[in-house]
Structure formats: C-alpha cells, structure tokens
C-alpha cells in the first residue's frame, strides 16, 4: 500500500534522533546520562514502530510499540535503579578504554560501514521504509558493540547491549511488519530478567569491593 509522504518523513526524523541517542551513549561521561539516553532510544523505537503500524496497517507493529515502551522505557529502568545501587548513578565519570574524541572518530567509521553493510541488503528487501530503518538500525547494533568494548562498568555495558537489541528491532520492524508478536514477546521477557541479574549482580559487587568497574575485577587473586 501507498504511504503518506509524511510518515516517511516523520520516521526519517525518528531515526536520526535514534542514531544520535546511540551516539550520546558513547560519548556520555554518566551512568545516569546512559540511562536516560537508552530510555529516550526506546521511546523513538517506539514511535518508528507506531509510525510504521500505520503506513502497513499491522496491528503487530502496534503490539511491538505497546511491548517496548512497556518494557524499555519503564520496566527496565525501574529494575537497574531498584537493584544498583545509588552511588553507582552518581559517578562523575566513567571508565573507559578510549577517550570521547577517539570514541566519536570510530563512531562515525561505523555508521559509514553500517550504510555499506546495508546498501546490498536493500536492494534484496525492497521495502519503502527500509531504506531508513535498515541503514539507522544496524549503525546503532555496531556503535551498541562498541559501547560495550569500551566501557568498563558493569552497568553501561548492559546499556551496549539493550541499545545492540534496539538497534535490531529498529531495523526489524521494517523488514518484517507482520513479524509475529510472540518473538517480542519473548524478548520482552528475557531482556527484563537480564536485566536484574545484572543490576542485583552489580549492587553486590559493589556492596564487596566499592566499585563496578569490570576492570578491576581481572586483578582479584585468592588468598
């Protein structure tokens, strides 16, 4: 079916909110700021996902946006600050491996790469709305790895990883619309159960040693 013009252009609008929160959550100092700019990304995967339930007309896509606001902006926020202690969203700074100027030069290589990655792809999907879903969702998978490999506190490196799992659905949505909603399902329960297994494995650690870096960690020796 034809789509309005003007959901094309309000999903194009999305995604580049959504690629720039991927970016903030490589470039932020904060645990708190991660967070929140996870939050925000969920909400736009959200408003990609309803805008593209009524180009399609797919109740699955309605039921993918109900799930993931349901879920990502306030299940799991509310379970890593249940199970994480204060002290951890009050770090001034977090560990890293590479600085913010370095970090954002690598960013960008992996959007250029995601576009590469993506362009043989949409000539095999042919579907409208994934030639902006596509290219944006696989750019915020790569820069959600990279999160994860230069970070080195517990709770960011899950954030890499739940933003990895946005950036896929981001892109799945437009592939497959009528993908069948148990698979979100699925996710929407698994990813909540990570989720506190690593906030309530945070807050021990932290409880024990007075810090969550991953780190330092590698340098405990029994007795």
Do not use: C
Not at 153 to 165: S, Y
């Amino acid at each position: 079916m034809n789509s309005p013009p003007i959901l094309f252009a309000l999903d194009a609008l999305t995604g580049a909110l959504f690629l720039l929160t991927a970016i903030g959550v490589v470039a932020t100092r904060q645990v708190l700021a991660s967070l929140q700019l996870f939050i925000l990304q969920s909400a736009l995967l959200t408003l990609s996902a309803i805008l593209l339930g009524l180009a399609e007309d797919s109740v699955h896509l309605f039921a993918v946006a109900a799930i993931t606001i349901a879920t990502k902006t306030l299940l799991i926020p509310w379970l890593l600050r249940r199970t994480v202690n204060a002290e951890v969203y009050r770090t001034r700074e977090i560990e890293r491996v590479l600085n913010i100027p370095s970090s954002l030069l690598i960013t960008a290589v992996l959007i250029v790469l995601a576009y590469v990655v993506a362009s043989p792809l949409l000539n095999a999907v042919g579907v409208p709305f994934a030639q902006i879903n596509l290219p944006l969702g696989i750019a915020a998978m790569f820069l959600g790895a990279f999160t994860i490999a230069v970070r080195r506190e517990a709770v960011p490196q899950l954030l890499g990883l739940l933003a990895v799992e946005n950036g896929v659905f981001f892109a799945g949505v437009a592939i497959v619309p009528n993908l069948p909603v148990i698979a979100e399902l699925a996710a929407a329960v698994d990813v909540p159960v990570v989720a506190l297994v690593v906030g309530m494995l945070t807050r021990r650690i932290h409880a024990r040693l007075g810090t969550t870096a991953v780190g330092q960690l590698a340098s405990l020796r029994e007795e």
